[in-house]
Structure formats: structure tokens, C-alpha cells
């Protein structure tokens, strides 16, 4: 935000990476980030009486980003874990989320986890489908920058399965028109997004938390809510 002669706007700086259709992804043409984790942040910020700015960051490069104090916030579908938690604080949970896995429409071998054994799979770096896949067992797990560039390495066969969260795995086999693969319905893990911020910054943290609070009871989270995922 560009402050004229005294006025100052008070900037929240947000970091995501814009590669996770619905929550956060770029359509060609337009130049405004898009998504729930958007309109959410924008929500969030207006109701704290912040200006945010939305740096695009690769997922693995988000955390990193908060620790060097480049940006205040992440919110980007990260997943609220224990690992996290040792370097950075969460907001309260603001989606379930969980990891499924895709594979191609006329894959026979794999029905369930358990028949990804042997088998390659792509997972994007820096996520929790790292270690899912890894703790599996006997899974060669290709780590790739983004989920589309997973969806590429699954048509092209240089993978036979990607897991990934399930409503970005959902969102891309009904919106893209994608016909050559297809979502399995079998959960591998049950997780909880979070806003991501500097460790122990209680009051950004009871800030956000307020604000999530109030969307909550006005309504404008179910708006949001529906405008990305149906009534
Ligand atoms: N929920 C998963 C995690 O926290 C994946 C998030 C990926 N987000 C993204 N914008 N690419 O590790």
C-alpha cells in the first residue's frame, strides 16, 4: 500500500502459494489472486482494518517466508500439525480438510492405499502427503512443486497415483473437465487448515481469531463457504 503524506494503511502481509484451486489459484487473464483462502483473508483483514497484500511464495517456501518476517501470515490449505507448530503458531481451524489420492480412470492395480506399494506416486513438496505416502511403506514418492505439476506426471505415466488434499483433488476433476483420471473416495488422513503466524505472536493470533469468530456469526464465512464449495 502506497501511503501518501501521513495517511497509513495498515498492511497485512499475506503469504500462499497460488497452486491450489479452490482455495488459492490464478486464472489466466485476470490478475487478482482467487479462491476461499482469498476471500477469507480479504474478510479477515477488512474486519481487522487491514489492507492485505498477498505475496505468491511455493508452499515449501511459505514457512521460511514467516520466519524471516517477509510476510505476517500464512493462510495457503496449510495443515495444523505438530511439526509445524515447533516454528510457527496457528490461527483456529478454519477448514476440515483430509488427503484421497487420483489416479488414472483405467487403473486397475489401485483401489486403496494399501496397493501403493511399489508403485510411484507424486505428492507436492513440502506437504503432508510427504509423510503420509512416506509412512506407507514401499512407495517410491516423487515430491513436485505443484499439484498441477503432479496431475501432468499422473496423465503422462511417469506416476501411477498423486495424493493430495481432497477438495483441491475434487475441485480439479469436476471443474477442469479432466476426464482422463479420477478421484478415489478412501481418506488417508484427517486435517485441519489453519492461518499460519509468527510463533507466539498471541495478539496477531487473538486478532485473527476474533475476526474468524465474527465471520463465523455474521455469515459471511457460509457465504464464502458456498460461493466455493456449494450451499
Ligand atoms: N494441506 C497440505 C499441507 O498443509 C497441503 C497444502 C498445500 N497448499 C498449497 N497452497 N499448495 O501440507
Redesign the pocket.
Known amino acids: 500500500a502506497s501511503s501518501g503524506s501521513g495517511s497509513s494503511a495498515k498492511v497485512l502481509k499475506v503469504g500462499?502459494?497460488?497452486?491450489?484451486a479452490p482455495?488459492?489459484f490464478q486464472d489466466e487473464g485476470q490478475k487478482e489472486y482467487q479462491g476461499f483462502?482469498m476471500d477469507l483473508i480479504r474478510a479477515i483483514g477488512k474486519e481487522m482494518g487491514y489492507e492485505v497484500e498477498v505475496q505468491n511464495i511455493g508452499?515449501d517456501g511459505l514457512i521460511p517466508a514467516l520466519q524471516a518476517k517477509n510476510i505476517d501470515v500464512i493462510i495457503?490449505?496449510?495443515?495444523i500439525?505438530d511439526e509445524?507448530k515447533q516454528n510457527v503458531s496457528f490461527s483456529d481451524p478454519y477448514y476440515q480438510?483430509g488427503?484421497t489420492m487420483v489416479v488414472r480412470s483405467d487403473e486397475q492395480a489401485i483401489k486403496s492405499f494399501q496397493d501403493l506399494k511399489g508403485h510411484k506416486v507424486a505428492v507436492?513438496i513440502?506437504?503432508?502427503?510427504?509423510e503420509a505416502v512416506k509412512k506407507l511403506g514401499g512407495v517410491e514418492v516423487k515430491e513436485l512443486n505443484?499439484?498441477a505439476d503432479c496431475f501432468m506426471e499422473l496423465k503422462g505415466h511417469g506416476v501411477d497415483a498423486v495424493v493430495?488434499?481432497r477438495p483441491?483433488n475434487d475441485y480439479y476433476i469436476t471443474k477442469s473437465g479432466e476426464t482422463g483420471v479420477k478421484a478415489l473416495e478412501e481418506k488417508l488422513t484427517a486435517?485441519d487448515?489453519g492461518i499460519a503466524l509468527a510463533k507466539d505472536n498471541t495478539e496477531l493470533q487473538s486478532k485473527i481469531n476474533e475476526a474468524l469468530k465474527k465471520l463465523k456469526e455474521n455469515g459471511e464465512y457460509d457465504k464464502i463457504y458456498a460461493k466455493w464449495f456449494g450451499g
Open positions: 500462499s502459494s497460488i497452486d491450489f482455495f488459492e483462502d508452499f495457503s490449505g496449510m495443515t500439525n509445524r480438510s488427503l507436492q513440502g506437504t503432508t502427503s510427504v505443484t499439484p493430495n488434499d483441491v486435517e487448515y
